[in-house]
């Protein structure tokens, strides 16, 4: 099963530009986590978010929660070919499995 | 931080044939164990949740004589596809819990699974 969606499902920016991704779930939430993927690889862990939170900063990362809403939203700021990867917002409930959105591909031209 | 690691990385079967995954908690015990599937330019799909010493809960739409999962000690958990066919060829993550750290959870690097 799969928690919700992401939006936009693919993202096409330059260089220097900033990227943001959002994500909806559906059920009530422990936390909610992001991850990058790049083809063919395994999953990268970027950034966790409780749900007691509604802001949290990693870098160049920015994500918000809102959970009256049922939503995140992840933004990349100054963006670098390098990523270009998938992102995945993921949630659970203590101990239980991860459930993934359906992702966003993110293209960044040099 | 803490390592799970999977093996092999990629396997090429032949249709009928079996292929066993192994998912491994190399430093930590991990009581939970989850295995998800991924399709090309598609997102991960929960397959199973396997508890050490108990039988896998699958989710709604997964075979369970097909993959057969075994979660026989606290740091090994395995997947067998069983008379593989060519559109189980996908992309099989899995996952452990370490309840030492809050029910952290850490991904193995994944199997490429093609079956020709």
């Known amino acids: 099963s799969q928690q919700g969606e992401e939006d936009p499902q693919a993202l096409s920016i330059q260089e220097g530009e900033n990227a943001t991704m959002n994500c909806s779930y559906k059920t009530s939430i422990n936390n909610l986590q992001w991850y990058r993927q790049n083809s063919g690889r395994g999953l990268v862990h970027l950034i966790l978010i409780r749900s007691n939170e509604r802001e949290k900063h990693s870098g160049r990362l920015r994500v918000t929660l809102d959970t009256s809403k049922k939503s995140s939203s992840l933004l990349i700021t100054a963006s670098r070919a390098a990523d270009t990867a998938s992102y995945f917002c993921?949630?659970?409930?203590?101990?239980?499995?991860?459930?993934f959105g359906k992702g966003t591909t993110l293209s960044v031209s040099s | 931080g803490a390592v799970v690691s999977q093996h092999p990385s990629r396997v090429i079967c032949k249709s009928g044939t079996s292929v066993k995954i192994e998912c491994r908690s190399l430093d930590f015990q991990a009581t939970t164990m989850f295995w998800y599937r991924q399709f090309p330019k598609k997102s991960l799909m929960l397959m199973a949740t396997?508890?050490?010493?108990?039988?896998?809960?699958?989710e709604q739409g997964v075979e369970k004589d097909k993959f057969l999962i075994n979660h026989a000690s606290l740091t090994l958990s395995t997947l067998t596809v069983t008379s593989a066919h060519p559109e189980d060829s996908s992309f099989y993550i899995c996952?452990?819990?370490?309840?030492?750290?809050?029910?952290?959870?850490?991904f193995g690097e994944g199997s490429w699974l093609t079956v020709v």
């Open positions: 993921a949630t659970n409930q203590a101990g239980t499995a991860l459930i």
């Open positions: 996952s452990a819990s370490q309840r030492a750290s809050g029910n952290t959870i850490y």
């Open positions: 396997s508890n050490e010493g108990s039988k896998a809960t699958y």
